[in-house]
């Protein structure tokens, strides 16, 4: 079977521009790729607007995109949180450590491997949690089983979230910083660029495993 191909796209928005170029240049010089088919594509298209915002003109040029190349088996979309919003100043590092994710259109196994690792409550998908399956009612819990199991549909439709609407199997990972230490480029934020780096083979190899496993 042919290798998971997997592209990462970084700087969707101007402000993650810097972090996402950071995590590429580690990535690549520490020579984490090791055999995996992964490629890194930086969007030109940010524009000025509010990180938490849709940019139309960085979905149009990654629609562009994929519509050129042949499409990847999953897409890893890199963002950067912004501390400020979640926990007060001079909040201690290691309370903001986690990394949220948001799966879209990917493989349960992938998910519930993701959130084992990152802890369930960073993980948000179109798929169930096995935590989520115990707190629904029988009726509820057996309905939504037949729909993942099945494969007909899942219980949230989310293709809105995947890439630029692409409906291409995407995770979104959001590791947090605050300002001040993307700014000073400080220990903090190459701690996060190290580990994200880090993270991305783990999502790869997680997805890899999964198709290797069908």
């Known amino acids: 079977m042919p290798k998971t191909r997997a592209v990462v ?8 521009a810097e972090f996402g170029s950071d995590v590429t240049s580690y990535y690549r010089d520490h020579r984490l790729k090791h055999g995996r088919n992964i490629s890194f594509y930086p969007v030109q298209s940010r524009g000025e607007k509010r990180p938490d ?14 519509s050129n190349h042949a499409p990847p088996d999953v897409v890893l979309d890199v963002h950067v949180g912004a501390a400020e919003y979640i926990w007060p100043k001079g909040t201690d590092e290691a309370e903001y450590e986690a990394i949220d994710i948001l799966c879209a259109k990917i493989p349960a196994p992938v998910v519930y491997s993701l959130s084992r690792l990152l802890g369930c409550e960073h993980v948000i998908s179109d798929v169930l949690l096995p935590h989520e399956v115990e707190d629904l009612s029988d009726l509820d819990q057996e309905d939504a089983l037949h729909r993942v199991d099945g494969g007909t549909t899942s219980p949230r439709d989310w293709t809105h979230m995947t890439i630029a609407k692409t409906g291409l199997p995407t995770v979104s990972v959001e590791p947090y910083l605050f300002v001040d230490s993307v700014t000073a480029r400080d220990p903090i934020y190459w701690h996060r660029v190290h ?3 880090d993270l991305i083979n783990t999502m790869y190899d997680a997805f890899e495993d999964c198709r290797n496993r069908a």
């Open 9 to 16: 796209i970084t700087g969707y928005h101007k402000s993650e």
């Open 53 to 66: 915002l849709v940019v139309p003109e960085a979905d149009a040029e990654l629609r562009d995109y994929f």
């Open 195 to 197: 580990q994200l780096a």
